[in-house]
């Protein structure tokens, strides 16, 4: 229990989600081809520095922010904890995301005249966790079912998913014409580590008795799947050193195939209705892992409703002694609360994710030496919306952006951005992308109106990388 | 280039950073809830205390083991409990309720008793709280059994009750729990 509140309790101070909107169709940079793998992007060949090519994780968590719970202000933290607790509801949620790429790369082919095709290639590992807040639970654990005569708690409202796994994917963008881009990618996972709740059932409640005060009513339908947890608790190990360093080299087993695999598919494609307007769309991570080793899932079921002990007397009544009827009663609690352990494969789906823009380029470069503007350049500025979806056990978590991007310099390039979502509506993102020599730089942080003091903000993002990039001549 | 970018990169995350915030608070965690339970509860008619000669003492009873306020949970959160007992009897006659609680080596722990009145057969309820703080909580997480007595005593006209005697004899119970669950 105490263990539980604190790892809760962290929770709440770091969270993340998953929504790179400052990233998405950034095409000076080519992890934009992770987002949408019809990116219009125009390099030779680029690979990625190996393990700092792209570095992400952002922060965030609906409905609370660290400051509303850490606060030093002097109000007892007690009574932060009580307002946290009643302002959330069941809806609201912590996420983690992060990713680190491992290795990246891709090539221009096709025709030597017209490599129209782009094939891009990597390895990134990912960790994301996905918990909502277990309102009901929560409201059990600080009140007690004293003051909630007749309340069902809803035992629903724990549902949490986390996962740990490899990415290897290969995709391949093609340029169809001046005004159609589109491409595939084609993923194959690899789960290290993989829990999953999200299906639970049941209630409690505590109601007014006829034979006595109360009936407790309990209907359990709760289960725990997990895989990759089972064999290292198991590990032998001297000390908790020792298990740790065993632990990690066995986790790294399993990131090329030695893991419970899947497989996955990105789509996406950009459209030029004019010149100088684009459209995109993407469809992240459409994919499953199933998990056959390793796996073990803890399941609770059953219905029961108490309402005490009787008969008391053996030679009234039923001959059973109180002692022999509550025997009864705790054989029968305890089969309601012993955790079965079993092992069943299971399917775990991944949180799809979707994107969408329409912007406008306009305002070209203008030369100095004939006060015109180059023809031939590229537009430098671009301003649009975008939508992002991720898709989540309840419900889909949405958010809108408006963006302008400028070329500032030949070598700097940066994006705006303002996001309304479930965290936030007031969140402003600021990203850089620079290219010197071939060594391309890119940095992007979100929420920056809160950044003078991040626990104050439900949600922040951070990504950065570095990349070599061979850009293709222009023509 | 990167030069110049990442002073101000530098200064961008040494100002950005988590003030007036303090984790330690953590450690004053607490949370007190209060669970309620069912206890105990019967409902007897008065045929069932027949005796032929209408003048002895009428004896029922019964325990049970009960552990549970001694399982590690309870011992280190519970702070305050409070047994709460009514007894409704609408029998013609007197009748007494002892409860009495044991620690594993049989040593008494607690003790106490509710008497309860007749009217007639008219429902006379009688109602008893057993607080549980400080000492007698210490005892009552030593508890492992409970005793529980129900004497009916005769009649002073010493008339026995038969198949056809009115009214029951009733208990119902519950216990309210307090808890204080915090980071120690």
Known sequence: MKKISIIILLFSCFVYGQNKQLLYNFTDIPQSLLSNPGAEVNYKWHVGIPLLSHIHANAGASGTSVYDLFADNGIDFNEKLRRVVYSMNKNDFFTVNQQLEIFSGGFAIGPSYEKNKYLSFGLYQEMDLHLYFPKDYAVLAYEGNRDNIGRVFDLSDLNAKGELISVLHVGLTTKLNKKWTYGFRGKIYSSLLNFKSTNNKGSFVTQEGTNNFYYHTFDLDLAFQTSGFASLVDLENEGQNDWNGKAIKELRKRVLFGGNLGLGLDVGFTYHPKEQWTVTGSIQDLGFIHHTKDVETYTLKGEYTFEGVNPLFPNNGSGQTADEYWQEIEDTFDDLFELDTITKNYTSWRSPKLNGSVSYKYGKKVLKECNCTAEDGDYLNEVGLQIYAIGRPRRPQTAVTAFYYRRLFSFLSGKVTYTADTFSKTNIGLGISSHIGNVNFYIMADNLLEYQNLAKANYASVQLGFNYIFPATKK | ?184
């Open chain 2, 1 to 184: 280039m990167l030069k110049r970018i990442l002073p101000i990169l530098l200064v961008f995350i040494i100002t950005s950073c988590v003030k007036d915030v303090d984790f330690d608070q953590a450690e004053d965690l607490l949370i007190s809830p209060a669970v309620e339970s069912s206890l105990i509860f019967f409902d007897f008619p008065a045929s069932s205390f027949q005796e032929p000669t209408g003048t002895a003492v009428v004896v029922e009873q019964d325990e049970l083991e009960l552990d549970l306020f001694n399982e590690e949970f309870v011992r280190d959160n519970l702070v305050r409990a409070e047994l709460f007992f009514e007894v409704t009897n609408s029998i013609d006659r007197n009748f007494r309720a002892d409860i009495v609680m044991f620690d594993a080596n049989g040593g008494i722990t607690n003790s106490f008793d509710i008497t309860v009145m007749p009217d007639g057969n008219n429902e006379v309820v009688v109602t008893h709280t057993e607080l549980f703080i400080d000492t007698s909580l210490d005892q009552l997480k030593n508890t492992m059994r409970i005793q529980v007595t129900l004497s009916m005593f005769p009649s002073p006209a010493g008339i026995p009750l038969d198949d056809t005697s009115l009214g029951n004899i009733k208990m119902r119970s519950k216990a309210t729990l307090f808890f204080e669950i915090d980071t120690e």
